[in-house]
């Protein structure tokens, strides 16, 4: 989540960016949480998810509000106008968020502790709080060894595709 992904609104240097520069950047990170204490206290998955989502959603507004309050001069050399910009920059940053910080994130924990699940299950001799709490703590140890590789195949991926898309100009 510290990349920059936005299209028209990239981070200039000394520029505070309170979603990507502050202790609440974690707050998208909620939902892996969730999902690793998921058979351990399965109603704090839908809390983390929205949490999650609420952080993408606000960290996309602020990209949008970003753009709209630029200077026009700034802007000048730019063929499209600025809410069309700041519509991009809002897509963009919430498109990368949804899938970096929630969907692929939390689909990825949720198999970590799932597998660490089945292969305890079948291991014999195991205390029982082993056996209860290691998939937790397999899927907790997980979190900061899996963000950076997802954060870079979402970037190459929209960077790929639909960036592409939203770069072309308008004929």
């Not at 992904?5 to 520029?15: I, L, N, P, R």
């Not at 209860?132 to 195949?153: E, M, Q, Y």
Request: with cysteine; net charge neutral; glycine share 6%.
């Amino acid at each position: 989540m510290a990349t920059e992904h936005t299209v028209t609104c990239e981070k200039s240097d000394g520029v505070y960016n309170i979603f990507r520069d502050s202790a609440l950047r974690y707050c998208g990170y909620a939902n892996e949480i969730g999902e690793s204490f998921r058979y351990q206290y399965p109603k704090l998955v839908t809390p983390s998810y929205v949490v999650a989502f609420g952080y993408c959603f606000a960290d996309a507004v602020s990209a949008g509000y970003q753009v709209m309050s630029e200077d026009e001069r700034v802007t000048v050399r730019e063929y499209r106008a600025k809410e069309t910009r700041a519509a991009i920059a809002t897509f963009d940053t919430l498109l990368w968020q949804s899938l970096a910080s929630v969907a692929i994130p939390g689909g990825v924990i949720n198999l970590i502790v799932r597998s660490s699940r089945f292969a305890v299950a079948r291991s014999v001799g195991l205390p029982v709080l082993v056996s209860k709490w290691l998939p937790t703590a397999a899927g907790l140890g997980s979190i900061p060894f899996i963000i950076a590789p997802i954060d870079n195949c979402v970037d190459f991926a929209l960077d790929n595709s639909i960036r592409k898309l939203l770069q072309q100009k308008e004929e």
